[in-house]
């Protein structure tokens, strides 16, 4: 059945990759955002342009079957007013590494207890954005009322990611740079945005998930050593691997585990499937962009 779904964000990385999803199963797609970026939708989706302090004002006499919102980041941007049958809200697991004492592999009953002091220096944007996604759960929690569902994610990578962490990597092989990594036998636990999209279609299609949070990852969890080696393998190139920043691994990325979203019947597709598709994109986008300047 074809439902109305208000997407907030819509037009960069999991946003976009969800809106292709949803039109291709004929829902019909609203998108809030700035209207700062682009979208490939064309009149297949419509469009409202505002900032969210506006949100209220331009959903005003609206109802929604679905709500997403990739977007909030303070609690004073949770939309409590929308007229919407179920809102699912993109959370991180960074509320766990803001939290003192929280365990690893996270798990959803980690979440509760006291915060960590805020940092100084560098630091402080991390800590502010995970205590910030923490406010917005928090309210969402203390509003039963509201049908809601938190999906909380680790770093994610894949197709059109901003801050290219697999395209970093892949660049370097093909340079012949080596590939640099902090702590490389670091195990690491990751998500891929296609997943995402497809987890975010999966709850919005299940009423139980009103009302629950949930972690999702990959199942794997392999060193940060091994997948470098695996992007090597798919790319073809061997490079050594020094000392040095990692778009893939740092302090502020966390390791959850996604048991209960298993449990509740949602995979993720193998990390031998993921890495490989995501690496595929970039280079089909080298692909284009060599053809383009010949």
């Not at 409202?48 to 909030?72: I, K, M, N, Q, W």
């Not at 009302?211 to 969890?221: I, K, L, R, S, Y």
């Not at 979203?261 to 060599?290: K, M, N």
Request: hydrophobic share 40%; glycine share 8%; aromatic share 8%.
């Amino acid at each position: 059945m074809s439902r109305s779904v208000l997407v907030l964000g819509g037009t960069r990385y999991m946003g976009r990759l969800l809106v292709a999803r949803l039109l291709a199963r004929g829902d019909r797609v609203t998108l809030f955002n700035r209207g700062r970026t682009e979208d490939p939708f064309g009149n297949h989706v419509e469009r409202l342009h505002a900032d969210r302090s506006e949100l209220a004002r331009a959903t005003a006499g609206r109802r929604f079957d679905a709500a997403v919102d990739f977007t909030a980041y303070r609690p004073e941007e949770i939309p409590l007013h929308l007229d919407v049958g179920h809102y699912v809200f993109v959370s991180s697991g960074q509320v766990y590494l803001v939290r003192d004492g929280a365990g690893v592999p996270s798990r959803e009953q980690d979440y509760d207890g006291p915060l960590l002091p805020r940092p100084s220096g560098a630091d402080e944007g991390q800590w502010d954005y995970g205590a910030g996604k923490r406010g917005c759960e928090d309210l969402l929690a203390s509003h039963p009322s509201f049908p809601s569902t938190r999906l909380r994610i680790p770093m994610v990578y894949g197709p059109r990611d901003p801050d290219r962490r697999i395209e970093h990597y892949v660049h370097a092989l093909l340079r012949g740079e080596p590939l640099r990594a902090h702590a490389p036998d670091r195990r690491v636990r990751h998500v891929d945005a296609m997943e995402v999209a497809r987890t975010i279609e999966l709850l919005l299609a299940d009423p139980r998930s009103i009302g629950q949070v949930f972690n999702q990852a990959q199942d794997e969890t392999p060193t940060l050593r091994e997948l470098l080696q695996m992007i090597m393998r798919d790319v073809g190139i061997t490079a050594p691997i020094v000392e040095g920043d990692s778009p893939l691994s740092h302090r502020w990325m966390s390791f959850i585990d996604p048991s209960r979203i298993r449990a509740f019947g949602i995979d993720h597709a193998p990390l031998e499937r993921t890495l490989p598709r995501a690496i595929g994109w970039v280079l089909g986008e080298l692909t284009q962009w060599s053809a383009a300047i010949r």
